[in-house]
């Protein structure tokens, strides 16, 4: 055994059986080569389990034991320990930068996906897809234009795999023509789907409806 491979944390990333909020940091475990226990817990599991993890809430990372909540704060650890944070402290700040913004999408997302009334949850949906979505995706298309295909500066980031992520899931909603508008943000996409070990993770992993 090597001294790295004696250095390496045991990890197991702890989610449901879906890509959801794990899937961009299974993205930052696979392009660093990191082997670690993909475990995805059923439903009937969850009522138990949730009484023992922190803030009662998945996806967790064990890290040789030791239980670490937040999605993101978990996928930037991983992040700055293999390198795919930036070439500075600037664009490390960016990536966080995009990153929240993308969270505050999903939580406009989020806010019509919880109405219960199917009125009016399409009204809000049709609001979404018409004012807040082209909000959002136009500045972000801006900036990955302006990087030449990567969300921050001129290498790989976390940001490009919580971007690759996000419009994955935004195609399956809204269809498979809906990044036509978003040309830069298309080509990021499909420049993470086509890293060797992202589209190796892509091709065998459990395939889910989200």
């Not at 990372?61 to 402290?89: F, M, P």
């Not at 999408?105 to 989020?110: F, K, N, P, V, Y």
């Amino acid at each position: 055994m090597t001294e790295d491979q004696q250095q390496q944390p045991s990890y197991k990333l702890i989610y449901f059986n879906a890509r959801g909020r794990a899937e961009h940091i299974r993205f930052v475990l696979a392009y660093a080569g990191v082997d670690y226990v993909d475990e995805r817990v059923p439903k009937e599991r969850w009522p138990e389990l949730k009484k023992s993890v922190p803030y009662g809430q998945l996806p967790v990372l064990e890290v040789d034991g030791q239980r670490v909540a937040q999605s993101n704060a978990i996928a930037r650890y991983l992040a700055r320990k293999y390198g795919l944070v930036g070439a500075d402290e600037w664009e490390a700040m960016q990536c966080d930068v995009l990153v929240d913004s993308l969270g505050d999408l999903r939580q406009e997302l989020l806010q019509f996906q919880k109405e219960e009334d199917l009125f009016k949850r399409e009204e809000k949906k049709a609001k979404f897809a018409k004012e807040t979505i082209p909000f959002f995706l136009n500045k972000f298309e801006q900036t990955v234009g302006k990087n030449n295909g990567y969300a921050v500066g001129s290498s790989t980031t976390w940001a490009d795999f919580v971007f690759a992520v996000a419009l994955e899931n935004f195609e399956q909603m809204f269809g498979g023509g809906a990044l036509e508008s978003y040309p830069a943000l298309r080509s990021l996409k499909q420049r993470v789907h086509g890293i060797p070990a992202i589209a190796e993770w892509i091709a065998k992993r459990p395939h889910t409806s989200s």
